[in-house]
């Protein structure tokens, strides 16, 4: 049987076989094309062994992912957020100076000031009123349409609380996505098995290990009833671990007075 026949299986991959997946097979395909065992045996190689290894090393490869660009997020965030809440608590401060200056101003305060500052009287004195309404006018006034935000107007520190809300509620949603999906705790289950099976793989290749009784005869053959039931013993560990540790969620300890935890 050539290396091209053999064909990874549809289950570990999608209709059109990955790169990476090809090159992870090419590793293991001389080698059971070189072995002295029947065709079913081969084809367990294939269908059973190495589809499992490729399925858990792909899924092993996309938990790390995640879970690092979920860690990564919160890690950075929690950093932003206290230096962002602290330029925010300068903004009641503007805000309120903000208030009073146009509350001053609409109020006519302006005015006052100017026509009080100088004893005026007859056509002066109205000239300078006509003056100081004209000054009033030029104020700032605010925008007729809703649908328009001047972001040149607000004040730094709103936008630092806004920033810190917005930037806070990644964090958490980060964190909360991580810690229902266990992206952590899959990809370490998902490792640990994949290197288990590899290694048992490769003691089977060359006969090493449990199989070293069968080394001296050089029987693949022989030697095959024990790899296959380590194997599914392996892949039934595996689903145990995976429904008890990831699937199942976590009961919260009950503990009597003494402190000892009870069931």
Request: charged share 20%.
């Amino acid at each position: 049987m050539a290396i091209q026949d053999l064909e990874v299986p549809d289950s570990a991959t999608s209709k059109k076989t990955q790169p990476k997946d090809q090159s992870r097979f090419s590793k293991y395909a001389a080698t059971i094309d070189s072995l002295d065992i029947t065709d079913i045996q081969r084809e367990f190689l294939k269908n059973r062994w190495f589809d499992q290894v490729n399925w858990m090393s792909n899924e092993a490869a996309k938990s790390r992912k995640c879970y690092e660009r979920l860690r990564s997020i919160v890690i950075i965030g929690s950093a932003l957020v206290p230096t962002l809440v602290t330029l925010g608590t300068l903004a009641p401060t503007f805000i309120s100076l903000n208030s009073q200056e146009i509350s001053f101003a609409r109020s006519g305060g302006t005015s006052a000031m100017l026509l009080s500052s100088e004893a005026v009287s007859g056509t002066e004195s109205i000239d300078r009123s006509e003056r100081a309404s004209s000054q009033l006018q030029t104020l700032p006034t605010p925008s007729t349409n809703p649908s328009i935000v001047d972001l040149s107007s607000i004040p730094f520190p709103v936008i630092a609380s806004l920033a810190a809300l917005l930037v806070s509620q990644g964090v958490a949603i980060c964190a909360a996505i991580d810690q229902f999906y266990k992206y952590g705790d899959r990809w370490r289950h998902y490792r640990r098995s994949v290197e288990l099976l590899k290694s048992d793989g490769w003691q089977f290749f060359q006969l090493i290990g449990p199989y070293a009784i069968y080394a001296d005869k050089g029987n693949h053959k022989a030697a095959f009833a024990l790899f296959a039931n380590q194997v599914e013993s392996i892949i039934r560990s595996d689903v145990e671990g995976y429904i008890s540790q990831i699937a199942s969620p976590k009961q919260p300890s009950t503990k009597d007075k003494d402190g000892s935890e009870q069931s």
